[in-house]
């Protein structure tokens, strides 16, 4: 390496493996009607955001599905208004209710309040890689039963938020 310089490139597999994935998980959600699924078609990132959960500040709350380079997939509460206290100050609220909320969703969760960064997480994950597993129907059915399942549990913490 004579000009000490790495790049990384997308590999087009990849890109159509995510697209086909979450265009994939987007149609099971959209079958679900009390789902409120964020309709964006897939871009080929490893994300992608499902629903916004605030419907006053639709940035605060937002589902998301994403892979991680861990080899994970994960379906996520992501808390992110813009002020980093504000974000912790939701997120420790949210986590007083965290007995209730896992019960909604069925399993224990992973919370992040990530006090170095300005966002917070509420995390489910499981093993999945998406050049292996874009095609695995299992795969597809977990995510869209925790993303329907976040739904249900947090939801109505944003919406009593609102109305008082």
Known sequence: MTEQRLTFVRTDDREK??????????????KVLSFPLRKVSPQGQSWMVLASLD??????????????????LRIELYLDGGDKDAN?????????HKTEIENVVGEPLQWDRIDNRRACRV????????????DDQ??????????VRFNLAFEPE???????
Do not use: C, H, V
């Open 123 to 134: 995390a489910s994950y499981t093993k999945a890689q998406i050049l292996r597993d874009a």
């Open 88 to 96: 912790k100050q939701r997120f420790d609220e949210l986590l007083m």
């Open 138 to 147: 299992a795969l597809l059915e977990w995510a869209a039963k925790r993303a």
């Open 55 to 72: 419907k006053l500040r639709p940035d605060l709350a937002i589902l998301y599905a994403s892979f991680t380079r861990r080899k994970k």
């Open 158 to 164: 944003f919406s009593n938020k609102t109305k008082q």
């Open 17 to 30: 493996a995510y697209i086909g994935f979450f265009a994939k998980l987007n149609t099971r959600l959209s």
